[in-house]
């Protein structure tokens, strides 16, 4: 008996064998990419080249911020990175901070569901045509962000946020103001 049971498990191996070198592989055409990679073809796609790294920051001048959210303000660059950030000073308003985020695969439904989630108050709005957002905190007229749809892809957002107590203008507005300006460069 030991001789047909090395024998049947002789033929199990080589049928195991068989069907995985010939039943379990195709080919794929194309070119292999890493997981979440992109051709770099431009398409709406995520520019892997990194070419551009951090330019977004540079869309809009520090003296174009400067005329919008507070004149004669002084205007500082705070964070380059995953957002921008710059720090308002002097000037009628006093203080503040204004941010820039440019999100490749936004979408304004995402942002609209993460303003809910926080608690945010959100109204449709136009920016040169397009819907955007305008978003407020709760109890806070200091601050206002507007999101649009970016030129070729993904979002663009502003926030202006003023330091209480100071007379200033609308930071919806400013915030407005400066997704036009932005839209404006990017096309």
Known sequence: ??????????????????????????????????A??????GGGRLNTNFDKLLRECDVVSLADIGKVVAEGSYVNSSFNGAVCMWDLEGGAVGSGMVTLSWYELGSLANEKKNNDR??????????????????R??????????????????IVGWWVNYRAGGAHPDPCEAARKLVELTLNLAR
């Open 1 to 34: 008996m030991r001789r047909g049971s090395r024998a049947a498990g002789a033929l199990l191996a080589a049928l195991a064998l068989t069907a995985a070198l010939s039943g379990c592989g195709k080919t794929i055409e194309g070119t292999a990419l890493p």
């Open 36 to 41: 979440g990679g992109t051709t770099g073809d």
């Open 118 to 135: 926080l608690g945010y108050l959100t109204d449709d709005i136009t920016v040169q045509g397009r819907r955007s957002l305008e978003t």
């Open 137 to 154: 905190r709760p109890n806070d007229p200091d601050s206002c962000g507007v999101h649009a749809p970016a030129a070729d892809a993904g």
